[in-house]
């Protein structure tokens, strides 16, 4: 498994390990709308790569798995004290954007 | 190699069924989390069983054959034999890899021809020789594939751990069950009412939930390297018989017994 895959799953499970937690502080359905979309598109990133190959050599793929580990690591910090439902939600858009442009270089 | 062959098909119907499990738990996240769970999404789903399936396909083929190439000796040719290599001759063309993109290496198909004459023509040597490349490349593809494999299980593990927790948070999982080890031994069943405070037993369940999560990885990565040291040997017997005295050992290789494990779990 290469690493643009390795760093899709990271996503995807990380935020299957916090979803519950995430929905139980959102404040209004939009906020909730919001998080399942976004979960839904890191979902999407992942089980797509896992049908198609990864070229771990191409430079641009490079680029995108650092951008993408940055912004977990982000994520990872804003969620832990999960202070604000929209800081979150915030990280996470960047997360899966990332994610989202890592699934559409690979195959 | 029989076995090898056959706990590979098994193997792969195994990670199909977890395919399987995985769209039923993506069913469950949508009623109880509310996540947006597709037609498209299904779709999605099944393209991985689908090539997974064949997969399973192809190895119930390699054992076929490598069934006739063990009784090659003494035997006479036999329909039998000459359909098990034509059908796996037929899968190994039409499989595509896992994920797309990584072909199955064209050694595979070009072999296949050569094997299915020397098999009826009872040349063991030789068939070992056409069959030293197709082994080897079967080898490639599932060690090429392993990491995916074991990713598919993770993501599985991860999903049905989270809904677990989310459950026993909803106090939506009996707790019965938890009770059970320490009445076992002494013949007697629980009784638990729904009103019994649940607080102690939801952590519980999430601690027996987090270890059970973690011993299902591990025994899939166990069992993928298994397979993987199985397929290798297997290749390195064909190998040694095509290009040396003959086949040192040809008892199941002892990696086996983590995949067998690991299937009979998810049956």
Not at chain 2, 137 to 160: F, G, Q
Not at chain 2, 196 to 206: D, H, I, R, V, Y
Not at chain 2, 225 to 237: I, W
Request: proline content about 3%.
């Amino acid at each position: 498994m290469g690493n643009g895959l390795q760093s899709l799953e990271t996503l995807y499970l990380f935020l299957t390990t916090n979803l519950s937690a995430l929905l139980a502080t959102c404040q209004n359905q939009d906020q909730r709308a919001a998080i399942t979309s976004l979960y839904v598109a890191s979902r999407r990133s992942y089980w797509n790569c896992i049908n198609k190959t990864f070229h771990d050599d191409d430079p641009a793929v490079a680029s995108l798995v650092s951008q993408l580990q940055a912004a977990q690591d982000r994520l990872q910090a804003t969620t832990q004290g999960l202070a604000s439902v929209a800081d979150a939600i915030s990280e996470i858009t960047e997360a899966v954007k990332v994610a989202a442009q890592l699934a559409a270089t690979v195959g | 190699m029989t076995t090898t062959a056959k706990d590979l098909g098994d193997y792969y119907s195994a990670l199909t069924q977890v395919i399987d499990d995985i769209v039923k738990l993506n069913e469950l996240q949508s009623v109880v989390l509310g996540v947006p769970f597709i037609a498209s999404d299904r779709a999605q789903f099944a393209d991985t069983a689908q090539e997974l399936q064949k997969r399973a396909e192809l190895a119930r083929a390699v054992q076929g054959v490598v069934s006739a190439f063990s009784q090659l000796s003494g035997s006479n040719a036999s329909a039998d034999v000459s359909d098990a290599a034509a059908k796996l001759g037929q899968d190994l063309v039409s499989i595509r890899a896992l994920p797309t993109g990584s072909p199955v290496p064209d050694a595979i198909s070009q072999a296949e021809k050569l094997v299915v004459q020397l098999i009826q023509e009872h040349k063991e040597r030789d068939a070992a020789k056409a069959m030293d490349n197709t082994f080897a490349a079967l080898a490639d593809l599932y060690s090429e594939e392993r990491s995916t494999y074991d990713s598919i299980n993770r993501t599985y593990v991860i999903l049905a751990k989270s809904l677990a927790n989310a459950l026993v948070d909803r106090d939506m999982v009996d707790r019965i069950g938890l009770a059970a080890p320490a009445l076992q031994p002494f013949g007697l069943a629980p009784r638990i009412s729904s009103t019994a405070p649940a607080e102690g037993f939801q952590e519980l369940a999430k601690l027996q939930i987090n270890e059970q999560a973690a011993a299902q990885i591990t025994a899939h990565q166990k069992a993928s390297t298994g397979m993987q040291q199985a397929l290798l040997e297997m290749s390195k017997r064909i190998h040694l018989l095509a290009t040396k005295k003959g086949m040192s050992s040809r008892g199941a290789p002892l990696s086996l017994a983590d995949v067998e494990k690991w299937i009979a779990k998810l049956a």
